[in-house]
């Protein structure tokens, strides 16, 4: 079955640290994939997605990912974190075939220290 | 920027009882999904819908659970009679023609039911 995998649970650092989330998925055919992120309180907002083409994809608030095929990977990235960066973290994709149906991974927590 | 909205933000409800939980998709969107979250577990995939039918469903949503789109705006989520494990936030989602894979999320309804 398809499948995400986020293998960070809680991630802390420091401000003006850099940042890497890892999203993994299981599935060898054509997958559309998306960073959610949770600010405290409020709703799940996309930071950004991938459908095809450049494998490096800019998003919101300086984020980016890159979608590695032969890793199955689609990792977030920023090279230096605020304070307001803290947050939940989801990566999520959609299958071919399956109906616009998302597929979540656990979310990874986390926590700047200013 | 419009947004999805969902009352009530927070239901309490005995077991066995029935709640409906509302939501306003964004207006020009035309596809329309339920996913919920039990606390300390992933975001699931309920039920995606379009053209006023299910389009896909997952083996949670079973027949205690109805959808409906009642008018030119809202879009329910029914669960005809509660248990404990239905306690979990509901979020609703909407997409649009074209872009059905980038979907857009309400803040949430936290279900608790005693």
């Known amino acids: 079955a398809q499948s995400v995998s986020q293998h960070n649970h809680h991630v802390i650092l420091s401000e003006a640290a850099s940042l890497e989330l890892g999203c993994n998925y299981s599935?060898?055919?054509?997958?559309?994939l998306f960073w959610y992120v949770q600010y405290p309180g409020q709703h799940l907002q996309l930071l950004l997605k991938?459908?095809?083409?450049?494998?490096l994809v800019k998003g919101i608030k300086g984020f980016e990912a890159e979608f590695i095929k032969s890793k199955f990977s689609f990792n977030l990235r920023k090279p230096s974190v605020q304070w307001s960066d803290t947050a939940e973290y989801f990566c999520?994709?959609?299958?071919?075939?399956?109906?616009?149906?998302?597929?979540f991974g656990q979310g990874t927590e986390l926590s700047v220290k200013p | 920027e419009p947004e999805v909205t969902q009352t009530p933000s927070h239901q309490v409800t005995q077991m066995g009882q029935e709640v409906i939980l509302r939501c306003v998709p964004i207006?020009?969107?035309?596809?329309f999904y339920w996913y919920r979250q039990i606390l300390g577990q992933k975001v699931e995939f309920l039920v995606s819908?379009?053209?006023?039918?299910?389009?896909?469903k997952s083996e949670i949503f079973d027949d205690q659970f109805s959808v409906e789109r009642p008018d030119g705006s809202n879009f329910t989520l029914k669960i005809r009679s509660t248990k404990l494990e239905d306690s979990a936030m509901y979020f609703c989602?909407?997409?649009?023609?074209?872009?059905?894979?980038?979907?857009?999320f309400g803040p949430g309804t936290r279900l608790t039911v005693l």
């Open positions: 989602a909407s997409s649009r023609q074209g872009d059905t894979d980038t979907q857009y």
């Open positions: 599935y060898g055919g054509t997958v559309n």
């Open positions: 991938y459908f095809s083409g450049d494998p």
């Open positions: 999520a994709g959609v299958f071919y075939n399956q109906g616009g149906k998302l597929i």
């Open positions: 207006s020009n969107h035309l596809y």
């Open positions: 819908f379009y053209n006023n039918e299910i389009s896909e």
